[in-house]
C-alpha cells in the first residue's frame, strides 16, 4: 500500500474595490483597459433581454471604444430564467465564439445576472475573472457583493451555485432612473433588512429619507447604496463562506421570504418576498420576546412606506408554504432555523458565532 499526501496550503488575497456611482462604463472600459483583470484579452458581456438595450450595449461600446475584444450575450429576463439551461447555453455560445482562459465575464445587471453570470464565470474553463456592473438597487444593496453566485432549480432558488468573489463591483446608480417603481421598492427590502439586522441609526434615516430613494434624489442614492455596501461587506470580510455562521445573518427575512418566492410561482419579486419574510419573523420575535409589536408596527409602516408588502398573499397555500420552508440551506437535521432582528438594528446571537434558532412547526403555524 502506498499513501502520499498533496499539500495545498494557501494563502489567497480575493479583496476587491466597489466604485459607486453615475454612468460608470467609461471607468469600467479604463479600467479593464489598465489591466484590471490581468492577461485577459477577451471580454463577454452577459446581460439580460431588458438591460442589453439600456446598459449592455452601451457598456459593450465603452470596452470597443478602448479597442478590447468584446462580446455582448442576453438571456431573457426574469427569475425564471436564472436556470442551469441558460447557463449551458450561455457557455456553449462562448465556447463556439473561441472565448477561453483569456475571458473576462462582465455581468451587467440586477441579481438574476450577476448570480448566473458569477456562477458561468467560476466554471467556465475552470474559473474566469468576473466583473459586476450591478443596475439594480437590490443588486446594489446586496446581490452584486459578497461572491454567492448561484442558478435556482424546480425545488427552490439558489440551491445551486458556488463562492467566487468578483474582481470589482461597479455600483451605476444612474441605471436606477429606469428601474420600474416595483423594482427600486423590491432593492428597498434589501436595504430595510440590512439596517434591521444592524444598523438602528440607518433603519431611522430610512424612515426619513425612504420618499427621496424613491424620487431618486442622487444625494439620498448614494447614501443608501454606501451604506448598504458597508453593511454587506463588512459581514462578508467576517465570514466569507458562511463558516462561522455571521453571513447568515443576511438570510434575515429570507427563510419565508424565498419559499414565499417560490410557491407565488414567482409573482411576486425577490425583495416583495423578503419583506414580507421581514415581518415575519419580527413577529415570530415577538412571541420570543425579541421584538416589541411597536417595533414590529414601526418595520411594516416603513415597508410599506417603500411600497412593499407586509402578509402574505391571499391565495398562498399555507401547507406548501411550510413544506417548502424545509427545503432552506440553514435546515439542519429536518428542523426549520430562522435568523431574528433583537429589536431594530440588532442581531439576535447567542454566543460570538450562532444566529440561526431552531424554530418549531407549530410556532410557523401559529404566526401564519
Ligand atoms: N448573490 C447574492 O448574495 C444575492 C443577494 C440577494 C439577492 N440575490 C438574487 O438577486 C435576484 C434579484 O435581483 P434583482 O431584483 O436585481 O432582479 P433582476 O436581475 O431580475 O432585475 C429585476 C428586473 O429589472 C430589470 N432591470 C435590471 N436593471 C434595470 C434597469 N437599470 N432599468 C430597467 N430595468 C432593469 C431586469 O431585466 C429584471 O426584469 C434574485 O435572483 C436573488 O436570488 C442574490
Given at each position: 500500500m502506498s499513501k502520499f499526501r498533496v499539500t495545498l496550503k494557501k494563502e489567497t488575497d480575493d479583496s476587491y474595490d466597489i466604485e459607486i456611482g453615475y454612468a460608470l462604463e467609461k471607468k469600467l472600459a479604463a479600467d479593464l483597459k489598465e489591466g484590471l483583470t490581468g492577461k485577459a484579452s477577451r471580454y463577454a458581456v452577459i446581460t439580460d433581454g431588458n438591460v442589453k438595450p439600456l446598459y449592455g450595449e452601451p457598456v459593450a461600446e465603452a470596452l470597443r471604444s478602448e479597442g478590447l475584444s468584446v462580446e455582448l450575450l442576453s438571456f431573457p429576463a426574469g427569475e425564471t430564467e436564472k436556470s442551469r439551461k441558460n447557463k449551458e447555453l450561455l457557455e456553449d455560445r462562448m465556447l463556439e465564439m473561441g472565448f477561453r482562459r483569456d475571458s473576462t465575464v462582465i455581468a451587467v445587471g440586477g441579481g438574476v445576472v450577476t448570480d448566473l453570470a458569477g456562477y458561468l464565470a467560476a466554471t467556465f474553463c475552470r474559473g474566469v475573472p468576473c466583473i459586476n456592473y450591478a443596475t439594480t438597487l437590490l443588486a446594489a444593496a446586496d446581490a452584486s457583493v459578497g461572491g454567492k453566485t448561484a442558478v435556482n432549480t424546480p425545488m427552490a432558488t439558489n440551491l445551486i451555485g458556488v463562492f467566487s468573489q468578483p474582481q470589482?463591483?461597479?455600483?451605476?446608480?444612474?441605471?436606477?432612473?429606469?428601474?420600474?417603481?416595483?423594482?427600486?421598492?423590491?432593492?428597498?427590502?434589501?436595504?430595510?433588512?440590512?439596517?434591521?439586522?444592524?444598523?438602528?441609526?440607518?433603519?431611522?434615516?430610512?424612515?426619513?429619507?425612504?420618499?427621496?430613494?424613491?424620487?431618486?434624489?442622487?444625494?439620498?442614492?448614494?447614501?443608501?447604496?454606501q451604506t448598504n455596501c458597508r453593511i454587506k461587506y463588512e459581514i462578508?470580510?467576517?465570514?466569507?463562506?458562511?463558516?462561522?455562521?455571521?453571513?447568515?445573518?443576511?438570510?434575515?427575512?429570507?427563510?419565508?421570504?424565498?419559499?414565499?418566492?417560490?410557491?407565488?410561482?414567482?409573482?411576486?419579486?425577490?425583495?416583495?418576498?423578503?419583506?414580507?419574510?421581514?415581518?415575519?419573523?419580527?413577529?415570530?420575535?415577538?412571541?420570543?420576546?425579541?421584538?416589541?409589536?411597536?417595533?414590529?408596527?414601526?418595520?411594516?409602516?416603513?415597508?410599506?412606506?417603500?411600497?412593499?408588502?407586509?402578509?402574505?398573499?391571499?391565495?398562498?397555500?399555507?401547507?406548501?408554504?411550510?413544506?417548502?420552508?424545509?427545503?432552506?440551506?440553514?435546515?439542519?437535521?429536518?428542523?426549520?432555523?430562522?435568523?431574528?432582528?433583537?429589536?431594530?438594528?440588532?442581531?439576535?446571537?447567542?454566543?460570538?458565532?450562532?444566529?440561526?434558532?431552531?424554530v418549531s412547526e407549530e410556532e410557523v403555524l401559529r404566526v401564519l
Open positions: 470589482k463591483v461597479y455600483i451605476d446608480v444612474a441605471a436606477w432612473k429606469t428601474l420600474d417603481k416595483r423594482e427600486l421598492s423590491s432593492g428597498l427590502a434589501e436595504t430595510i433588512k440590512h439596517a434591521c439586522l444592524s444598523d438602528a441609526a440607518f433603519f431611522s434615516w430610512l424612515e426619513e429619507n425612504v420618499d427621496r430613494i424613491l424620487s431618486l434624489d442622487p444625494e439620498a442614492c448614494m447614501h443608501a447604496a462578508v470580510e467576517k465570514d466569507e463562506k458562511e463558516t462561522s455562521g455571521l453571513r447568515e445573518s443576511l438570510n434575515l427575512g429570507h427563510t419565508l421570504g424565498r419559499a414565499l418566492e417560490t410557491v407565488s410561482g414567482y409573482s411576486l419579486l425577490h425583495g416583495e418576498a423578503v419583506a414580507v419574510g421581514l415581518v415575519f419573523q419580527a413577529r415570530l420575535g415577538e412571541a420570543r420576546g425579541l421584538m416589541k409589536p411597536e417595533e414590529t408596527k414601526r418595520l411594516c409602516s416603513l415597508l410599506e412606506r417603500a411600497g412593499l408588502p407586509t402578509e402574505i398573499p391571499e391565495g398562498i397555500d399555507r401547507r406548501e408554504l411550510v413544506e417548502k420552508l424545509y427545503t432552506d440551506k440553514k435546515t439542519r437535521n429536518g428542523k426549520l432555523r430562522f435568523v431574528f432582528s433583537d429589536g431594530i438594528g440588532r442581531l439576535a446571537t447567542e454566543g460570538d458565532q450562532k444566529v440561526s434558532f431552531e
